[in-house]
T-cell receptor, first 114, second 110 residues
Framework: ETGVTQTPRHLVMGMTNKKSLKCEQH?????MYWYKQSAKKPLELMFV???????ENNSVPSRFSPECPNSSHLFLHLHTLQPEDSALYLC?????????????FGQGTRLTVV | QKEVEQDPGPLSVPEGAIVSLNCTYS??????FMWYRQYSRKGPELLMY????GNKEDGRFTAQVDKSSKYISLFIRDSQPSDSATYLC??????????FGKGTTLSVSS
């Protein structure tokens, strides 16, 4: 197990549901990230938080709403999703944002929108 | 042109073979280069990390960066069935997010 834990591991939700993904890191890192991984596509960066402030938002639809209450926890709130949002959602953390540091990933949440 | 190009494979080799995985990129400002390994149903794990040009070796793995050609490689010597996974290259310039390739799926048969 890595120092980044994601829950749930699997999630099936209807298009009208509201759900949240949770990420927790035990590495003492200052930056946290949400990535989307779809089949046959590169990992897509969705959001970056550094010291609990959002520093990057890559044109993500408003049906995805991140929250970072402290440097150890990151949430992704989901509402009125579309079937094309089905993917593996990965959380990652790094010591700092933008510096000479690598990112450590969680196991991901496999999301299916029906 | 995509920023990072990586042949998705699949690549199938027999146990013991030398494997070469490659990525090309277009942004000459990229300075940090990484290789991640992702097993099925798992998150990516960092395998190798190099800064700027040159080689880096770690056990059976060697990472090479050729900035003049905008080309990076990962070599796996004496490949094992446990090396079967998807290998993702990633790179970035200072102060920006990682840009990933699509990943190459490798299968090593015993």
């Amino acid at each position: 197990e890595t120092g980044v834990t994601q829950t749930p591991r699997h999630l099936v939700m209807g298009m009208t549901n509201k759900k949240s993904l949770k990420c927790e890191q035990h590495l003492g890192h200052n930056a946290m990230y949400w990535y989307k991984q779809s089949a046959k596509k590169p990992l897509e960066l969705m959001f970056v938080y550094s010291l609990e402030e959002r520093v990057e938002n890559n044109s993500v639809p408003s049906r995805f709403s991140p929250e970072c209450p402290n440097s150890s926890h990151l949430f992704l709130h989901l509402h009125t999703l579309q079937p094309e949002d089905s993917a593996l959602y990965l959380c990652a953390s790094s010591q700092d944002w933008g510096g000479y540091t690598e990112a450590f990933f969680g196991q991901g949440t496999r999301l299916t929108v029906v | 042109q995509k920023e990072v190009e990586q042949d998705p494979g699949p690549l199938s080799v027999p146990e013991g073979a030398i494997v070469s995985l490659n990525c090309t990129y277009s942004n000459s400002a990229f300075q940090y280069f990484m290789w991640y390994r992702q097993y099925s149903r798992k998150g990516p794990e960092l395998l190798m990390y190099t800064y700027s040009s040159g080689n880096k070796e770690d056990g059976r793995f060697t990472a090479q960066v050729d900035k003049s050609s905008k080309y990076i490689s990962l070599f796996i010597r004496d490949s094992q069935p446990s090396d079967s996974a998807t290998y993702l290259c990633a790179m970035r310039e200072a102060g920006t997010a990682l840009i990933f390739g699509k990943g190459t799926t490798l299968s090593v048969s015993s």
